[in-house]
Protein backbone atom coordinates (compact mmCIF):
# COMPACT_ATOMS: atom_id res chain seq x y z
CA UNK A 1 0.00 0.00 0.00
CA UNK A 2 3.18 2.43 -0.19
CA UNK A 3 3.61 4.49 3.00
CA UNK A 4 0.18 6.22 3.45
CA UNK A 5 -1.49 4.16 5.87
CA UNK A 6 -5.18 4.38 6.36
CA UNK A 7 -6.02 5.34 9.73
CA UNK A 8 -9.21 5.81 11.47
CA UNK A 9 -9.39 8.90 13.43
CA UNK A 10 -12.58 8.80 16.11
CA UNK A 11 -12.64 12.23 17.63
CA UNK A 12 -15.42 11.56 20.67
CA UNK A 13 -17.32 15.05 20.52
CA UNK A 14 -16.99 16.78 24.15
CA UNK A 15 -19.42 19.54 22.47
CA UNK A 16 -18.20 21.61 25.36
CA UNK A 17 -19.59 24.77 26.24
CA UNK A 18 -17.04 28.08 26.90
CA UNK A 19 -15.91 27.15 30.14
CA UNK A 20 -15.25 23.80 30.13
CA UNK A 21 -12.82 23.36 27.29
CA UNK A 22 -10.46 20.51 27.58
CA UNK A 23 -7.81 20.47 25.74
CA UNK A 24 -4.95 22.48 27.39
CA UNK A 25 -2.54 24.03 24.96
CA UNK A 26 -5.05 24.52 21.60
CA UNK A 27 -2.31 24.95 19.65
CA UNK A 28 -1.48 21.66 20.01
CA UNK A 29 -5.19 20.34 18.93
CA UNK A 30 -4.85 19.13 15.14
CA UNK A 31 -2.78 17.33 13.13
CA UNK A 32 -0.28 17.25 16.28
CA UNK A 33 -2.54 14.88 18.06
CA UNK A 34 -2.48 12.10 15.12
CA UNK A 35 -0.96 9.03 15.63
CA UNK A 36 2.24 8.29 14.23
CA UNK A 37 2.45 5.37 11.79
CA UNK A 38 4.08 2.83 14.39
CA UNK A 39 1.06 3.65 16.69
CA UNK A 40 -2.13 1.69 16.44
CA UNK A 41 -4.11 2.67 13.67
CA UNK A 42 -7.47 3.06 16.08
CA UNK A 43 -7.52 6.27 18.42
CA UNK A 44 -10.20 7.55 20.41
CA UNK A 45 -9.71 10.89 22.06
CA UNK A 46 -11.79 12.04 24.04
CA UNK A 47 -9.73 15.66 24.82
CA UNK A 48 -11.31 17.24 21.77
CA UNK A 49 -13.44 20.18 21.38
CA UNK A 50 -16.79 20.41 19.51
CA UNK A 51 -19.04 23.11 20.77
CA UNK A 52 -22.64 23.83 20.51
CA UNK A 53 -25.64 25.79 21.21
CA UNK A 54 -29.76 25.89 21.20
CA UNK A 55 -30.45 28.70 18.79
CA UNK A 56 -33.63 29.56 17.50
CA UNK A 57 -35.00 29.49 13.93
CA UNK A 58 -34.06 32.97 12.05
CA UNK A 59 -36.23 34.40 9.87
CA UNK A 60 -37.01 31.71 7.54
CA UNK A 61 -39.28 31.81 4.92
CA UNK A 62 -42.47 29.46 4.99
CA UNK A 63 -44.18 29.26 1.98
CA UNK A 64 -44.87 26.04 0.38
CA UNK A 65 -46.18 23.81 3.43
CA UNK A 66 -47.11 20.08 1.81
CA UNK A 67 -48.86 19.36 5.24
CA UNK A 68 -51.17 21.13 7.01
CA UNK A 69 -51.29 21.79 10.69
CA UNK A 70 -53.55 22.96 13.07
CA UNK A 71 -53.27 23.09 17.29
CA UNK A 72 -51.53 23.12 20.13
CA UNK A 73 -49.71 21.12 22.54
CA UNK A 74 -48.11 21.46 25.93
CA UNK A 75 -44.28 19.74 25.85
CA UNK A 76 -43.05 19.07 29.75
CA UNK A 77 -39.58 19.64 27.90
CA UNK A 78 -40.03 22.14 25.18
CA UNK A 79 -42.97 24.43 26.54
CA UNK A 80 -46.31 25.15 24.20
CA UNK A 81 -46.49 25.54 21.04
CA UNK A 82 -49.43 26.55 18.71
CA UNK A 83 -50.29 26.09 15.29
CA UNK A 84 -52.38 27.31 12.62
CA UNK A 85 -52.56 27.37 8.94
CA UNK A 86 -54.06 29.58 5.72
CA UNK A 87 -54.44 27.88 2.57
CA UNK A 88 -55.44 29.36 -0.61
CA UNK A 89 -57.66 28.07 -3.83
CA UNK A 90 -58.64 28.36 -7.53
CA UNK A 91 -61.90 28.12 -9.49
CA UNK A 92 -62.16 24.77 -11.52
CA UNK A 93 -64.41 26.27 -14.20
CA UNK A 94 -66.56 29.70 -14.54
CA UNK A 95 -70.06 29.11 -14.30
CA UNK A 96 -72.97 31.34 -15.12
CA UNK A 97 -75.36 31.34 -12.37
CA UNK A 98 -78.94 31.52 -13.66
CA UNK A 99 -82.31 32.83 -11.84
CA UNK A 100 -83.85 29.14 -11.80
CA UNK A 101 -80.34 28.34 -10.26
CA UNK A 102 -80.92 27.68 -6.36
CA UNK A 103 -77.76 27.08 -3.91
CA UNK A 104 -77.13 24.63 -1.67
CA UNK A 105 -73.99 24.33 0.58
CA UNK A 106 -70.39 25.26 0.28
CA UNK A 107 -68.07 22.40 2.10
CA UNK A 108 -64.73 22.19 2.53
CA UNK A 109 -63.04 18.57 2.59
CA UNK A 110 -60.12 17.81 4.19
CA UNK A 111 -57.66 14.27 4.46
CA UNK A 112 -55.51 12.80 6.85
CA UNK A 113 -53.21 9.85 7.20
CA UNK A 114 -53.47 7.09 9.43
CA UNK A 115 -50.34 6.88 10.87
CA UNK A 116 -47.95 10.02 11.97
CA UNK A 117 -51.08 12.73 11.73
CA UNK A 118 -50.82 13.86 15.51
CA UNK A 119 -48.13 15.30 17.72
CA UNK A 120 -48.35 15.49 21.96
CA UNK A 121 -52.32 14.47 23.32
CA UNK A 122 -53.00 11.46 21.29
CA UNK A 123 -56.32 10.93 22.91
CA UNK A 124 -59.76 13.25 22.44
CA UNK A 125 -61.55 15.14 19.90
CA UNK A 126 -59.59 18.23 17.44
CA UNK A 127 -61.65 21.79 17.82
CA UNK A 128 -60.51 24.30 15.25
CA UNK A 129 -61.65 27.78 13.84
CA UNK A 130 -62.51 28.17 9.74
CA UNK A 131 -61.85 32.14 9.14
CA UNK A 132 -62.41 33.48 5.82
CA UNK A 133 -58.75 35.03 4.89
CA UNK A 134 -59.17 39.48 4.07
CA UNK A 135 -55.25 39.38 2.96
CA UNK A 136 -54.70 38.84 -0.91
CA UNK A 137 -51.90 36.36 -0.59
CA UNK A 138 -48.83 36.09 -3.52
CA UNK A 139 -47.27 33.11 -4.98
CA UNK A 140 -44.77 35.82 -5.63
CA UNK A 141 -44.32 36.83 -2.25
CA UNK A 142 -42.16 35.02 0.62
CA UNK A 143 -43.99 34.80 3.37
CA UNK A 144 -41.53 34.81 6.69
CA UNK A 145 -42.28 32.95 10.10
CA UNK A 146 -42.19 36.32 11.64
CA UNK A 147 -45.82 36.81 10.17
CA UNK A 148 -48.71 37.51 12.37
CA UNK A 149 -51.73 35.28 11.14
CA UNK A 150 -53.96 38.46 12.74
CA UNK A 151 -53.30 40.40 9.74
CA UNK A 152 -54.33 38.03 7.37
CA UNK A 153 -58.06 37.66 8.58
CA UNK A 154 -61.19 39.55 10.31
CA UNK A 155 -63.35 37.63 12.39
CA UNK A 156 -65.99 35.92 9.97
CA UNK A 157 -65.81 32.73 11.11
CA UNK A 158 -66.85 30.24 8.21
CA UNK A 159 -67.49 27.29 11.37
CA UNK A 160 -65.85 26.10 14.24
CA UNK A 161 -65.48 22.32 13.81
CA UNK A 162 -64.92 19.47 16.10
CA UNK A 163 -63.67 15.81 15.07
CA UNK A 164 -62.38 12.70 16.42
CA UNK A 165 -59.72 11.43 14.10
CA UNK A 166 -60.27 7.71 13.17
CA UNK A 167 -57.58 4.94 12.77
CA UNK A 168 -57.75 4.79 9.47
CA UNK A 169 -56.99 7.21 6.75
CA UNK A 170 -60.26 9.49 6.07
CA UNK A 171 -61.20 12.57 4.29
CA UNK A 172 -63.47 15.08 6.41
CA UNK A 173 -66.31 16.96 4.99
CA UNK A 174 -67.24 20.06 6.51
CA UNK A 175 -70.15 22.22 5.93
CA UNK A 176 -69.27 26.14 6.18
CA UNK A 177 -71.36 28.62 6.74
CA UNK A 178 -74.88 29.92 4.48
CA UNK A 179 -73.60 33.24 4.34
CA UNK A 180 -70.50 32.18 2.45
CA UNK A 181 -72.25 30.22 0.00
CA UNK A 182 -74.94 32.67 -0.92
CA UNK A 183 -71.71 35.29 -1.57
CA UNK A 184 -70.21 32.63 -3.82
CA UNK A 185 -73.90 32.97 -5.69
CA UNK A 186 -74.32 36.05 -6.28
CA UNK A 187 -70.85 36.27 -7.95
CA UNK A 188 -71.35 37.00 -12.22
CA UNK A 189 -69.23 34.57 -14.44
CA UNK A 190 -66.37 37.09 -14.57
CA UNK A 191 -65.27 36.33 -11.13
CA UNK A 192 -64.32 32.91 -12.22
CA UNK A 193 -62.69 33.62 -15.00
CA UNK A 194 -58.68 33.86 -13.79
CA UNK A 195 -57.11 32.48 -10.96
CA UNK A 196 -56.20 36.33 -10.03
CA UNK A 197 -60.31 37.96 -10.58
CA UNK A 198 -60.91 35.13 -8.21
CA UNK A 199 -58.48 34.98 -5.66
CA UNK A 200 -59.21 38.91 -5.03
CA UNK A 201 -62.89 37.83 -4.26
CA UNK A 202 -62.41 34.52 -1.94
CA UNK A 203 -58.40 34.89 -0.66
CA UNK A 204 -58.70 31.68 0.92
CA UNK A 205 -59.13 30.51 4.74
CA UNK A 206 -57.11 30.68 7.94
CA UNK A 207 -57.87 27.23 10.27
CA UNK A 208 -56.75 27.57 14.16
CA UNK A 209 -57.36 25.71 17.02
CA UNK A 210 -60.65 27.05 18.67
CA UNK A 211 -59.24 27.03 22.03
CA UNK A 212 -54.89 27.71 21.90
CA UNK A 213 -54.41 26.53 25.78
CA UNK A 214 -56.29 23.14 25.45
CA UNK A 215 -53.62 20.87 24.95
CA UNK A 216 -55.34 18.59 22.37
CA UNK A 217 -52.38 17.83 19.94
CA UNK A 218 -51.25 18.90 16.96
CA UNK A 219 -52.84 17.67 13.97
CA UNK A 220 -52.00 17.04 10.20
CA UNK A 221 -53.91 17.14 7.43
CA UNK A 222 -52.46 16.06 3.95
CA UNK A 223 -52.18 18.29 0.89
CA UNK A 224 -53.15 17.02 -2.05
CA UNK A 225 -55.99 16.44 -4.72
CA UNK A 226 -58.97 16.01 -1.32
CA UNK A 227 -57.72 19.22 -0.81
CA UNK A 228 -60.54 21.34 -1.76
CA UNK A 229 -64.23 23.25 -1.41
CA UNK A 230 -67.36 22.09 -3.06
CA UNK A 231 -70.15 24.63 -3.46
CA UNK A 232 -73.16 22.49 -4.48
CA UNK A 233 -76.37 24.26 -6.08
CA UNK A 234 -79.47 22.62 -8.79
CA UNK A 235 -81.72 24.03 -10.99
CA UNK A 236 -83.26 21.32 -12.46
CA UNK A 237 -80.24 18.96 -11.81
CA UNK A 238 -77.57 18.79 -9.47
CA UNK A 239 -74.70 20.89 -9.74
CA UNK A 240 -71.04 21.21 -8.22
CA UNK A 241 -68.26 23.86 -8.63
CA UNK A 242 -65.18 22.96 -7.29
CA UNK A 243 -62.58 24.91 -5.90
CA UNK A 244 -58.68 23.42 -5.80
CA UNK A 245 -55.49 24.02 -4.23
CA UNK A 246 -52.39 23.13 -5.84
CA UNK A 247 -48.69 23.75 -5.27
CA UNK A 248 -48.22 26.22 -8.40
CA UNK A 249 -51.25 28.98 -8.62
CA UNK A 250 -51.65 28.64 -4.29
CA UNK A 251 -50.21 29.81 -1.27
CA UNK A 252 -49.67 27.12 1.35
CA UNK A 253 -49.04 28.55 4.94
CA UNK A 254 -47.99 26.89 8.22
CA UNK A 255 -47.72 29.67 11.27
CA UNK A 256 -46.45 28.21 14.33
CA UNK A 257 -46.35 30.14 17.74
CA UNK A 258 -43.60 28.81 20.51
CA UNK A 259 -43.36 29.76 24.14
CA UNK A 260 -40.39 28.55 25.60
CA UNK A 261 -40.30 31.25 28.60
CA UNK A 262 -41.20 28.19 31.13
CA UNK A 263 -38.12 25.92 29.65
CA UNK A 264 -35.48 24.44 31.45
CA UNK A 265 -33.23 25.88 28.19
CA UNK A 266 -35.00 29.70 27.52
CA UNK A 267 -31.99 31.07 29.41
CA UNK A 268 -29.19 29.45 26.95
CA UNK A 269 -30.97 30.27 23.77
CA UNK A 270 -28.93 32.30 21.36
CA UNK A 271 -26.41 32.91 23.84
CA UNK A 272 -23.21 33.72 22.85
CA UNK A 273 -21.36 31.59 25.16
CA UNK A 274 -21.64 27.64 24.76
CA UNK A 275 -23.86 26.23 28.13
CA UNK A 276 -22.52 23.78 30.24
CA UNK A 277 -25.84 20.76 29.28
CA UNK A 278 -25.58 17.72 28.23
CA UNK A 279 -28.43 17.84 25.91
CA UNK A 280 -29.34 20.14 23.02
CA UNK A 281 -32.74 20.75 21.52
CA UNK A 282 -34.20 20.89 18.05
CA UNK A 283 -37.64 21.60 17.00
CA UNK A 284 -39.49 21.54 13.73
CA UNK A 285 -42.29 24.14 12.94
CA UNK A 286 -39.41 27.10 13.03
CA UNK A 287 -38.46 26.23 16.10
CA UNK A 288 -35.31 25.64 17.43
CA UNK A 289 -32.00 24.18 16.18
CA UNK A 290 -28.37 23.72 17.21
CA UNK A 291 -25.38 25.24 16.57
CA UNK A 292 -22.09 22.99 15.85
CA UNK A 293 -18.40 24.33 15.49
CA UNK A 294 -15.52 22.83 14.86
CA UNK A 295 -12.98 25.20 16.52
CA UNK A 296 -9.64 23.31 15.80
CA UNK A 297 -10.19 22.04 12.17
CA UNK A 298 -8.19 23.84 10.56
CA UNK A 299 -5.74 22.29 12.44
CA UNK A 300 -5.98 19.05 10.93
CA UNK A 301 -3.49 19.24 7.56
CA UNK A 302 -1.57 17.63 5.67
CA UNK A 303 -4.36 14.71 5.77
CA UNK A 304 -6.75 13.63 2.96
CA UNK A 305 -10.42 12.56 4.81
CA UNK A 306 -11.42 9.53 3.26
CA UNK A 307 -14.95 9.87 5.53
CA UNK A 308 -16.17 12.16 7.99
CA UNK A 309 -19.25 10.88 10.19
CA UNK A 310 -20.90 12.92 12.58
CA UNK A 311 -23.05 10.58 14.79
CA UNK A 312 -25.97 12.83 16.64
CA UNK A 313 -27.38 10.52 19.41
CA UNK A 314 -30.95 11.16 21.32
CA UNK A 315 -31.55 11.37 24.45
CA UNK A 316 -33.46 8.52 26.30
CA UNK A 317 -37.17 8.05 26.76
CA UNK A 318 -37.78 9.52 29.71
CA UNK A 319 -37.15 12.98 27.59
CA UNK A 320 -37.67 11.53 23.60
CA UNK A 321 -41.11 10.75 24.73
CA UNK A 322 -41.98 7.44 21.85
CA UNK A 323 -45.91 7.75 22.53
CA UNK A 324 -47.07 11.59 22.56
CA UNK A 325 -43.04 13.40 21.51
CA UNK A 326 -41.64 11.29 18.98
CA UNK A 327 -37.93 12.07 17.83
CA UNK A 328 -37.81 13.79 14.42
CA UNK A 329 -37.00 10.80 12.08
CA UNK A 330 -34.68 12.78 9.29
CA UNK A 331 -32.57 16.05 10.56
CA UNK A 332 -30.97 18.47 8.29
CA UNK A 333 -27.25 19.43 8.22
CA UNK A 334 -26.39 22.78 6.86
CA UNK A 335 -23.11 24.71 7.06
CA UNK A 336 -23.09 28.54 7.57
CA UNK A 337 -21.01 31.70 5.68
CA UNK A 338 -19.06 34.52 7.23
CA UNK A 339 -22.94 35.96 7.45
CA UNK A 340 -24.72 33.10 9.58
CA UNK A 341 -26.27 32.40 6.88
CA UNK A 342 -27.38 29.03 6.26
CA UNK A 343 -26.26 27.00 2.86
CA UNK A 344 -27.08 23.30 1.84
CA UNK A 345 -23.58 21.14 0.91
CA UNK A 346 -24.16 18.59 -1.14
CA UNK A 347 -23.40 14.55 0.60
CA UNK A 348 -22.70 11.71 -0.44
CA UNK A 349 -25.55 9.88 -1.54
CA UNK A 350 -26.45 12.61 -4.13
CA UNK A 351 -28.94 14.70 -2.23
CA UNK A 352 -28.25 18.58 -2.36
CA UNK A 353 -27.90 19.01 1.14
CA UNK A 354 -27.02 16.42 4.34
CA UNK A 355 -29.66 14.45 5.87
CA UNK A 356 -29.40 12.09 9.25
CA UNK A 357 -31.52 9.31 9.52
CA UNK A 358 -33.01 7.88 12.95
CA UNK A 359 -31.54 4.50 13.37
CA UNK A 360 -32.13 2.51 16.69
CA UNK A 361 -29.24 2.25 18.68
CA UNK A 362 -29.22 0.03 21.70
CA UNK A 363 -32.43 -0.57 23.05
CA UNK A 364 -34.16 2.63 23.80
CA UNK A 365 -31.80 5.40 22.20
CA UNK A 366 -31.70 6.35 18.63
CA UNK A 367 -29.27 8.25 16.56
CA UNK A 368 -28.67 10.22 13.31
CA UNK A 369 -25.44 10.14 11.10
CA UNK A 370 -24.28 12.83 8.43
CA UNK A 371 -22.25 12.19 6.37
CA UNK A 372 -19.94 15.46 5.81
CA UNK A 373 -16.53 13.77 3.98
CA UNK A 374 -16.49 16.08 0.93
CA UNK A 375 -17.27 19.39 2.95
CA UNK A 376 -14.60 18.50 5.85
CA UNK A 377 -12.05 17.88 2.76
CA UNK A 378 -13.04 21.34 1.23
CA UNK A 379 -12.60 23.05 4.77
CA UNK A 380 -9.20 21.02 5.33
CA UNK A 381 -7.15 21.07 1.98
CA UNK A 382 -8.46 24.52 0.38
CA UNK A 383 -8.88 28.07 1.67
CA UNK A 384 -12.41 27.66 2.43
CA UNK A 385 -13.33 29.01 6.09
CA UNK A 386 -15.26 27.20 8.33
CA UNK A 387 -18.24 28.85 10.09
CA UNK A 388 -19.79 26.04 11.83
CA UNK A 389 -23.06 24.22 11.20
CA UNK A 390 -26.57 24.24 11.93
CA UNK A 391 -28.84 21.13 12.27
CA UNK A 392 -32.44 21.62 12.06
CA UNK A 393 -35.72 19.45 11.32
CA UNK A 394 -35.50 18.24 7.49
CA UNK A 395 -38.49 20.62 6.21
CA UNK A 396 -39.14 22.92 9.35
CA UNK A 397 -42.52 23.93 8.35
CA UNK A 398 -43.85 20.54 7.63
CA UNK A 399 -42.60 18.53 10.29
CA UNK A 400 -44.54 19.30 14.64
CA UNK A 401 -41.44 16.71 16.09
CA UNK A 402 -38.64 17.73 18.23
CA UNK A 403 -35.28 15.86 19.44
CA UNK A 404 -33.57 16.20 22.33
CA UNK A 405 -29.99 15.06 21.30
CA UNK A 406 -27.09 14.55 23.53
CA UNK A 407 -23.76 16.63 23.86
CA UNK A 408 -20.26 15.88 25.24
CA UNK A 409 -21.18 16.26 28.64
CA UNK A 410 -23.14 13.82 28.32
CA UNK A 411 -22.71 9.65 29.12
CA UNK A 412 -23.57 8.72 25.70
CA UNK A 413 -21.76 11.46 23.72
CA UNK A 414 -21.91 12.93 19.86
CA UNK A 415 -19.26 11.53 17.97
CA UNK A 416 -17.31 12.28 15.18
CA UNK A 417 -15.44 9.69 13.42
CA UNK A 418 -12.18 10.59 10.61
CA UNK A 419 -10.94 8.32 8.69
CA UNK A 420 -8.03 9.59 6.62
CA UNK A 421 -4.51 9.38 5.35
CA UNK A 422 -1.48 11.55 5.35
CA UNK A 423 -0.53 13.41 2.50
Not at 391 to 405: G, L
Amino acid sequence: MNLKRTRVFTLLILLAFLTAWSCQDKKDFGINLLPDKDKEAFIINDTSTIRVRTILTDTTHINGATSLLVGNYNDPIFGSTTSSFAIQYIAENAPTFTDTDIADSVVAFFSYKQYNNRYGNQTGPISFDIVRLTEYLKTSSVYKNSLDPNTLHQEEILRTYTFTPKNNNDTIRIKLSDAFANDIFAQSSATFLTDTLFKKFFKGIYIRPHNATDNQGIFKFTLGAETKIKFYYHNTNSLILNFTSNSTSCVHLNLSNHNYSNTSFVSHINSLNFPNDNVSYIQGMTGVKTRVDFPYIKNWKKIEILRAQLVVKTESPLITNQTNFPALTKLKLTALDSLGHEYKIAGSDGLLYVVGYLAPFYSNLGEYSFDISNYINQIINNSNKFYGFNISSETEINEFERSVITTGKHENKMKLILTYHQL
